[in-house]
């Protein structure tokens, strides 16, 4: 499966455009996470656990949209976008979407 933030794949072209691709995932952060990362905010920094925390929803949300762009039998995701969003205090949403298509 080829992902692309582009709207076509290089060297490929597009036969058949197949409908939106979307995966999305929702994290929470932990309360010993969140007292460790409040006392680095004093001090300033890099937020490393949130850091770590949004890659692997990235990574999840990214996941699920390639399943259901292969269960539309695509070979490709174009013009693939990220989003995220906060659902509660502490909760936060990941969603991935594209244009899945087929490649010649």
């Known amino acids: 499966m080829q992902i692309t933030t582009t709207e076509t794949v290089p060297d490929h072209e597009i036969v058949d455009v197949l409908g939106v691709a979307r995966g999305n995932t929702v994290e929470a952060r932990n309360v010993g996470r969140d007292i ?30 390639v399943v259901d762009a292969e269960r539309m ?15 509660t205090d502490g909760g936060s949403e990941v969603m991935a979407y594209g244009t899945a298509v087929r490649l010649r």
């Open 36 to 65: 460790t990362q409040a006392i680095r905010n004093l001090f300033g920094g890099e937020l490393k656990a949130y850091s770590d925390l949004l890659s692997k929803a990235r990574d999840e949300a990214i996941d699920r949209m």
């Open 73 to 87: 039998g695509a070979d490709a995701v174009v013009n693939v976008r990220l989003e995220t969003s906060q659902i």
